[in-house]
């Protein structure tokens, strides 16, 4: 497993990340432990879930993935050799959605409880919050590093000035910045206007600025539920228009003369990007994870790579070059 510096914190992180959004619910405990060895065993140290996960799924009210992941790091004893992203933030039960530092102390604890750890590695604001002032957000979360429950601090779904400006903050007052950005970002472009809950897209200007400040960026949904590879899915809604109808040809021709699934295609575009970009895969079967990991290995032409970036892509500036 390669890996990727986070941020400007001088750590990498597997260039893989495994998201077990869905393990302990729709994945069952078996499965789960044998999908996360599999990672394991492929090299993969980097793991992301979040306090509310997955508590919209029907019969499921209490949070079940960080527990489950805290049996897998007890049972196999590798607390140590592992890189452990939790968030917090969005609402869940009886916890409202808010970046208030009472709630922040909150989930903080719980998140520690469920995951049976000591110390979060990396922690994300889940989503933003324009009622409590980024101030406090900060300063609560900087009571957390300092007490030793939590090493770094990553943002998903923010808007670019929001992030920029939480950084701001900190930097003027000698707090910890924000080192990571995690928003909905693929190889197809999703529409103008298109709404997708509470996930925020990544756009140019986040993106940009991620370059700018040395950000790392961790791509949600990257393979969009894995449509590139499966001709049953299509193109998502919010995504269908001309430029994406291009991209899948472009995606579904390449896989072809390398022998390959879209997905692989998909996800070897973001980990070839010039910035630092660790897509996190979500999965359910051996199958799907092998493929991701496969990625990995994807090598392209500059031709292949001139290809896809051939049609409407996010985070350049042809007025510059």
Request: contains cysteine; negative net charge; glycine residues 10%.
């Amino acid at each position: 497993m390669r890996t990727t510096p986070l941020g400007t914190t001088g750590e990498e992180v597997s260039s893989i990340c495994l998201g077990p959004m869905i393990f302990g619910t729709e994945v069952d405990r078996e499965t789960s432990f044998a999908l996360l060895d599999r990672y394991y065993e492929a090299g993969g140290r980097f793991l992301d879930t979040a306090n509310n996960y997955a508590t919209w799924i029907e019969g499921y009210d209490e949070p079940r993935s960080e527990p489950l992941l805290g049996d897998w790091l007890d049972e196999r004893g590798v607390r140590e050799e592992m890189f452990i992203a939790t968030k917090l933030g969005f609402n869940y039960g009886e916890t409202p959605q808010s970046l208030a530092p009472e709630v922040v102390e909150q989930e903080i604890a719980g998140s520690l409880d469920r995951l049976g750890i000591d110390q979060i590695d990396l922690l994300y604001a889940h989503v933003d919050d324009f009622d409590t002032p980024q101030e406090e957000t900060m300063r609560a979360f900087q009571r957390a590093i300092d007490a030793g429950k939590v090493r770094h601090l990553g943002a998903s779904n923010f808007l670019g000035w929001r992030l920029a400006r939480a950084n701001r903050i900190a930097e003027e007052q000698g707090l910890t910045p924000y080192q990571c950005v995690q928003p909905r970002f693929s190889y197809y472009v999703p529409n103008r206007g298109a709404e997708f809950g509470g996930q925020v897209k990544g756009t140019d200007e986040l993106l940009s600025y991620a370059t700018h400040d040395e950000l790392t960026v961790l791509p949600y949904s990257p393979t969009l539920g894995g449509c590139y590879g499966r001709e049953d899915r299509g193109i998502p809604e919010g995504y269908v228009n001309t430029e994406n109808r291009v991209k899948r040809d472009i995606v579904d021709n390449i896989a072809d003369e390398k022998g390959l699934n879209g997905n692989q295609i998909a996800l070897a575009w973001l980990l070839d990007r010039d910035q630092p970009t660790v897509p996190v895969i979500g999965v359910s079967t051996r199958e799907q994870l092998d493929q991701n990991l496969a990625a990995l290995d994807v090598e392209f032409t500059a031709d292949e790579r001139r290809r896809l970036d051939s049609v409407e892509r996010m985070g350049i500036f042809p007025w510059r070059d």
